[in-house]
């Protein structure tokens, strides 16, 4: 969808994933994992920024893009608000270059936001934007099928096919979720494999 699309559903509040909080997933997983080594996280589609400032909450370097220049305006408005630090931009994030390679890449409700046909490049963007050692964590909305989106049908068996050949599986799982999303999300958490460890 174009950043014009995604500008208007700012500006005309059409935003039914605004919940005002940060995912339950990624709270409970930076609660249960205190000694996880602190470094750069990449929020790409971060909305109003409720989970960068999860992140930098939890002592990351967190860094939040959007395409729609209004959710980058709230994004910065609320974490100045909240007393936080956190860089945001205005980015494509499947087509622009990020400003540097992050250790960890942070998704909720990116990828089922993101036409199948564009899916192949969302991929490549994470590999982009991810270090050669990087790891990508994902609060995954799972569709079977949809009418109109976004979202966009998404599955496991999708998500398998697309990161498998570039990433190990450290763990997927049911986290807990906002009310009315229960039962409808998972969670994946992937560390870049090397190729030639993919190899053997
Ligand atoms: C469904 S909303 C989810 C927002 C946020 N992650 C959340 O869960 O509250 C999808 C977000 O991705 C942004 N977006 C869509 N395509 C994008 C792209 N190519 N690059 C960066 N952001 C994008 C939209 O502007 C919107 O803020």
Redesign the pocket.
Known sequence: ?S?E???A??QTGE?????GAP?PGVVDFLAARPGLPRGTVC??????G??VRAWAQAGFDAFG????PS?IRLAKERTKAAGLTAQFQL??????EPPFQFDWLF????F???KPE?RDN?VR?VLRWLKPDGQYLA?N?LIVEGGEG??FPATRDELWQRFSPHFELAADWVPRSYPNRTGRERMFWWRRACPAQKAH
Not at 43 to 48: K, M, S
Not at 107 to 110: G, I, N
């Open positions: 969808m950043r699309y995604w500008e559903r700012y935003m039914s994933w605004e919940k995912s929020v790409p589609g971060c909305g109003t409720h989970d893009c959007d395409i729609a959710a980015a494509d994030f499947l087509r622009d998704e909720h409700t990116l089922c936001a993101i564009e969302y963007a609060v909305y976004p979202p």
